[in-house]
Every structure is written in C-alpha cells, then in structure tokens.
C-alpha cells in the first residue's frame, strides 16, 4: 500500500517505510537529511522535497513526478535512468551525480548545479534549465526537443550529427561547441555568445534565429541558411547591404 501524506525525517524511518512499499505521494521530506539512503525502488508523486539531503543516494529505480526538489542535494547520487517528470527544481544539487539515460522532462531546474553530472544519453525535452553552468557535465547524446537553456553554459560541447527541435539557446554560451551536421527547426539562439571556435560547418540553420548573435564569427563551411540569414551574415562580415531587385 503507498504512503500516503505523511511526513518523513529521518534515514532509519525511510528505511522502514520503503521495507513496506518504494512508493509515497503526498509525503513530505523537507530538509530531511537521507544521505547514503539506498534502495532498488523509489517512487515519488506529488511530494516535496524542498532542502532535502539525498546525497550519495544509490537507486535504481528513482522517479519523481509533480514534485517540489527545490534546494535538495543529490551530489554524488547513482541514479542512472531516473525520471523527474513535471517537477520544480530550482537551485537542487545535482554535482557529480551519476544520471545516464535519466529523463527530465517537462520540469524546472533553472539554476540547478550539475558540476561534473553524467546526463550522457539522457533526455531532458520540454525542461526549463536556465542559468546553468554545463561546461564541466556530461551531456553526450542529450536529447534537448523543447528545452529552455537560456542564459545557461555549453562551452565546448560535441553536439555533431543532432537534430534540435524547439531548443531554446538564447544568451546561451555555446562557445567552442561543434555543431556540426546538425539540423535545427524552431530554435532560438538570439544574443548567444558564439566564438571562432563554434562550428556550424555543413549543419542546416534554417530553423534557427540568431538575432543579436554573432553568427558570422562561427565556423560555416557548407552550412545551409535562408536568404535573410545571408544577408545578415554578408552585412556583420562586410558591412554589405542587399536590396531587393
């Protein structure tokens, strides 16, 4: 049987409820300190977790769904293939976390720190994550489909051969990224920090928009752009005009 609406504090009293079900809705973990809790299932639904301490939390069966995460600590947690679906996370910890193939979806990290994180394989569509330093997380083979990254950092990171569906980049850091062979449809990369070092070299741009962007500083060999996008590029690189026939 679940548990429902009640209020858990402390590590012996979790290991005891979960003995009996892995699955608690309603159930309150606010600033509760759990660390080195380990279980092979672990379902939340509509809990909250606020400042809760889930540090070095080993699961294999973590899900979250409609819950609030906001300020709770997951550093070091092996949690791969956990799902936080429809969830609010501002400011959570989630520093060298262990999270390949996790899939956060629909939910809200904005600001979240995912410092050394592994999201390789992981899909993270329909997500806010605004504001987030990426540099130092693993994001190989993310899915990204309908993702704010906003004012987030993606320095240097191999996206080649992607496809990027409803992305949100703007005033992202995408300095040094390769996008090579990459595909965009209804992307916005408006004031995005681009540097010489990006490469958009044979990917297809036409679903994107870049205003305030430098785009011309990129790398651009054989990319495919509109004819708007062209006579942007012509006129940050050259300062050439193109009039209408």
Do not use: W
Request: one cysteine or more; a negative charge.
């Amino acid at each position: 049987m679940p548990h429902e609406g009640l209020t858990v504090t402390d590590i012996d009293q979790l290991f005891e409820l979960v003995e009996r079900d892995p699955v608690f809705r309603n159930c309150k973990f606010d600033g509760a300190v759990l660390a080195g809790f380990y279980t092979e299932e672990f379902e939340l639904e509509d809990c909250s977790l606020k400042e809760c301490d889930f540090s070095d939390l080993s699961c294999e069966g973590l899900r979250v769904t409609n819950s609030n995460v906001e300020h709770s600590i997951f550093e070091n947690a092996d949690i791969l293939q956990s799902e936080f679906v429809k969830c609010i996370g501002g400011f959570a910890n989630f520093q060298s976390a262990k999270m390949n193939f996790a899939r956060i979806i629909d939910s809200d990290l904005s600001s979240a720190n995912f410092d050394y994180s592994n999201l390789s394989g992981s899909d993270l569509s329909g997500s806010r994550l605004i504001g987030i330093d990426f540099t130092q997380s693993n994001l190989d083979s993310a899915r990204l489909d309908g993702a704010n990254l906003g004012l987030s950092s993606l320095r240097l990171k191999d996206f080649k051969k992607q496809k990027f569906i409803g992305v949100n980049f703007s005033e992202t850091d995408i300095s040094g990224c390769d996008f090579s062979l990459c595909e965009f449809e209804d992307c916005h990369l408006e004031g995005a920090v681009i540097t010489p070092e990006t490469s958009f070299n044979s990917a297809d741009l036409r679903g994107a928009t870049f205003v305030g962007s430098e785009l011309s500083a990129a790398r651009l060999q054989g990319a495919v752009i509109t004819p708007s996008q062209a006579s942007s590029l012509l006129f940050d690189r050259y300062g050439i005009v193109v009039a209408d026939e």
